[in-house]
C-alpha cells in the first residue's frame, strides 16, 4: 500500500471516528485488549526476531530495554488500553457557552484532531499505547516505528486490527507503516494533505529530523536529559533513594535521570555514599574537578556530559554553591523535560518550582513519575517539552482541538 493510500484511508475512517460514542469507543479498546492477550506468543516471536537482530548490530543496553517485549509488558500494554476506556471521553464536551448582546450562542466544543501521524523508535509499547489514546479522542493513527522493531510492530498491529474487526469497528483506525527505507519516512513527513498533527517520539536525533523537515504541524517530544539537585538541607536518605530510582529503576527512557548537580557544603559527606550507592548497579559517576577530587574513583566530566541523556549506567555530578547557580546550570543544559529537587527548605523548594524551566518539576521525587499512567491519563503519547499546544505527559484531552459552535435564531451582521 502505498503513502497516499494510507493517508487517504486514514482520512476517511477518521470522519468515522470523530463520530463513535463512547460506548462503541470503549468496546473497541477492550476488543483490541483482548486480543494483544491472545497474540502474545506471536507478538512474542517477532520480537525475539528483532531483539537477535538487534543484539547482532550491537545495540546498547538502554536501547535493547526498550526493545524487549515480555508477557508481563505485553500485559501492561493490554492493560493500558483497558485503562484507557475506563477514562472519560473527552470528545464533544462543551468547554463554554455565552451569550451574545445580540442573542447569538457561542461557545466552544471539543473535537478529534483528526489523523495523527506518529514516528518512533524501538519501543514497540508505543504501539499500543498510540492507538489507545488516538482511537479514544476520535482521532486515526498512522504508525511509523523503527526498523528495529518492525516486527514487533507489524505483529501489535495485526492484533490490534484484528480486535476492532471483531468489535465491528473499522481496522483502519490503526495504520503501520511497514516499509523501513529512510526516503519513506521522509515523505510521510511532507503527508501534510492527509495527516493534521505528527508527533516524534525517539532520541535527539530523530525529533530533530521530524521538526526540520516536516511539512506538517508537530508536537516535539523531547530527549530526557533530567536533573536532580541535592540542596544542601537534603535528607541524604531521601536523595539517596530518589537517586537510585531516577538513575536505575529502567535506564532507558526519557525520565530517568542523567544529570546530578550537588550543593557544594554537603559534597565531602554525600559524594561517598552517593559512589557506594550506585556501585550497587556499577554507574559511571562523571564529576566536575571537584567532585573527582572528593572521590577520585569518578570519571572527570566533560562539557558534553552536561548536556548528554546517557540512556545507560552514567550519571554527570557537577557542584553548586547555591539553588540560583544549580537553576542556572539546569536551564542552560535541560531539554526541558523532567527535573527536580531534594531539600526540606520551603524558600528554595518553591524557587526551584517557580525558575526551572521544564515540563514537570518536582520536590523531593523521582523524575521517573513523568508519566501518563502515573499522572491518572492512561497511557500516554509522549512527553510534550515544547509549550504550544500540550506540554508534559500528553493523554486523551492533548489529543483534541476545539471548534467554536454558535447557536441562533435568525440573527445576520449589520
Known sequence: MTLQEIGQRAQAVSRKLGILGVTEKNQGLLAAAK??????????????????????????????????????????????????????????????????????????????????????????????????????????????????????????????????????????????????????TQAFMKLNQYVDVLIPRGGAGLIRAVVENSTIPVIETGTGNCHIFVDESADFNMALDIIFNAKTQRIGVCN????????????????????????????????????????????????????????????????????EEAIEHINRYNTKHSEAIITKDYANAQKFLNEVDAAAVYVNASTRFTDGCEFGFGAEIGISTQKLHARGPMGLKELTTTKYIIYGNGQVRP
Open 35 to 184: 486480543s494483544l492477550i491472545a497474540g502474545q506468543e506471536e507478538i512474542l516471536a517477532a520480537n525475539q526476531k528483532d531483539m537477535e537482530k538487534a543484539a547482532a548490530a550491537g545495540m546498547s543496553q538502554g536501547l535493547l530495554d526498550r526493545l524487549k517485549l515480555t508477557q508481563a509488558r505485553i500485559q501492561g500494554m493490554a492493560d493500558g488500553l483497558r485503562q484507557v476506556a475506563a477514562l472519560d471521553d473527552p470528545v464533544g464536551e462543551v468547554l463554554s457557552m455565552k451569550q451574545r448582546p445580540n442573542g447569538l450562542m457561542i461557545g466552544q466544543k471539543r473535537v478529534p484532531l483528526g489523523v495523527i501521524g506518529i514516528i518512533y523508535e524501538a519501543r514497540p509499547n508505543v504501539t499500543a499505547d498510540a492507538f489507545g489514546l488516538c482511537f479514544k479522542s476520535g482521532n486515526a493513527v498512522i504508525l511509523k516505528g523503527g526498523s528495529d522493531a518492525i516486527c514487533s510492530n507489524q505483529a501489535i498491529v495485526a492484533c490490534l486490527q484484528r480486535g476492532l474487526l471483531e468489535a465491528n469497528l473499522p481496522a483502519d483506525a490503526v495504520q503501520l507503516i511497514s516499509d523501513t527505507d529512510r526516503a519513506v
Open 256 to 323: 530517568a535521570c542523567e544529570s546530578l548537580i550537588i550543593h557544594r557544603k554537603i559534597a565531602a559527606g554525600f559524594l561517598p555514599l552517593l559512589k557506594a550507592r550506585l556501585d550497587e548497579k556499577q554507574v559511571e559517576i562523571r564529576g566536575d574537578e571537584e567532585a573527582c577530587r572528593i572521590v577520585p574513583e569518578f570519571v572527570k566530566a566533560t562539557e558534553e556530559d552536561w548536556g548528554r541523556e546517557y540512556l545507560d549506567y552514567m550519571i554527570s555530578c557537577k557542584l553548586v554553591d547555591s539553588v
